[in-house]
């Protein structure tokens, strides 16, 4: 729904799918009839938008904000240990386009330290590292939903979840190994149904869950992602065992912040951002090591009183440094000092 004092949206189409070399058709049209002060471009600095908005700012005297996602390196080098010619092609791409934008962007959001380092190493001086805020309003501590989400699945013990995508790079494998060596302890499973993921991993998934004989310890849940808040109040420990590969490493990983801000203890794999966003509130395992990764969630139920201090840090880190606010004050802070300049 467009509120009467909500910005103008403009639908425009596109030309070519891949976000580096997409063109945005009128961009430069729409530009010239709002005249910004501020051009925020949600797209990496190495992609021809930004080689379009950000000269056009500079023509028209505007200033150019760009937010990247970026966590891997594109010197020549990592790019062709990466992933060979074809890694060292991308990179001379993303290095050139990089090379037309950059003296025309003023600022660069990252959300991650890799990408923080990587644009300060190639010559970026503004750059400044911020959170994909959650909504505070929608993931947070809700008692009542825990109580009834609890009863309606006859959730009477500890509750370990996964929340995200059935992909092999998210290492359900490995938590479902780990859950494996716990079976002694009193806890339940909660994942989603894969109705989604009808995929060669799925195949995986489903018959390692049999093999391992955990199909009587896991409820399987079925929710959008506003539904999904009353599971995480459900849950009490949130795990997320990404696995890193040549080409890709965690960016981000948005369902922790949200699964801390609905007071989960979280364990996750030291797998790119993953550490950066849990801090001190929460434990961090060696990526594949299934006897660490049991280690610490044994140590959680056997310990509810630990559980219960790591839901509350979790709690407080995510309300201060993570959630929408927190992105906003850095947007709003950032945004002023530029126009201001």
């Known amino acids: 729904k467009i509120e009467s004092n909500d910005p103008e949206i403009f639908f425009v189409k596109t030309k070519r799918s891949n976000p580096r070399l997409q063109k945005i058709i009128g961009l430069s049209s729409i530009l010239d009839k709002k005249k910004p002060d501020i051009v925020f471009l949600d797209n990496d600095p190495g992609s021809l938008q ?76 503004n750059v400044q590292k911020i959170p994909l805020g959650f909504n505070e309003n929608l993931f947070n501590d809700f008692p009542e939903k825990r109580t009834e989400i609890r009863k309606k699945l006859e959730l009477n013990n500890t509750v370990i979840a996964y929340f995200g995508r059935i992909v092999p790079e998210k290492g359900i494998h490995i938590l479902l190994k780990a859950l494996a060596n716990l079976k002694y302890l009193e806890w339940t499973f909660i994942l989603d149904d894969f109705e989604l993921y009808k995929n060669s991993y799925f195949e995986t998934i489903s018959n390692l869950i049999s093999e391992l004989d955990l199909k009587s310890r896991i409820k399987y849940i079925k929710a959008d992602h506003k539904e999904i808040v009353d599971y995480m109040n459900a849950s009490d420990i949130t795990v997320l065992a990404s696995i890193s590969t040549p080409k890709w490493k ?57 559980c219960s201090d790591y839901k509350e840090k979790a709690y407080q880190r995510a309300q201060k440094h993570l959630s929408i606010k927190s992105q906003f004050e850095i947007y709003d802070k950032i945004f002023k000092e530029i126009v201001n300049k």
């Open 50 to 125: 930004a080689v379009e908005i950000s000269k056009w700012c500079k023509k028209n005297n505007s200033k150019c904000v760009i937010q990247s996602c970026e966590n891997l390196s594109f010197d020549y080098k990592s790019s062709f240990k990466r992933a060979g010619i074809k890694g060292f092609l991308l990179s001379f791409i993303k290095n050139y386009l990089n090379f037309l934008s950059k003296k025309n962007i003023d600022y660069i959001f990252t959300i991650n330290n890799a990408g923080t380092e990587i644009f300060k190493n190639i010559g970026y001086k």
């Open 250 to 306: 965690e960016q981000y990983g948005r369902v922790i912040p949200e699964a801390m801000a609905c007071k989960n203890s979280v364990i996750v794999a030291n797998s790119g951002a993953l550490p950066e966003l849990v801090g001190d509130a929460g434990f961090v395992f060696e990526e594949k090591n299934i006897d660490e990764l049991a280690q610490n969630i044994e140590n959680l139920i056997k310990n509810q009183n630990i």
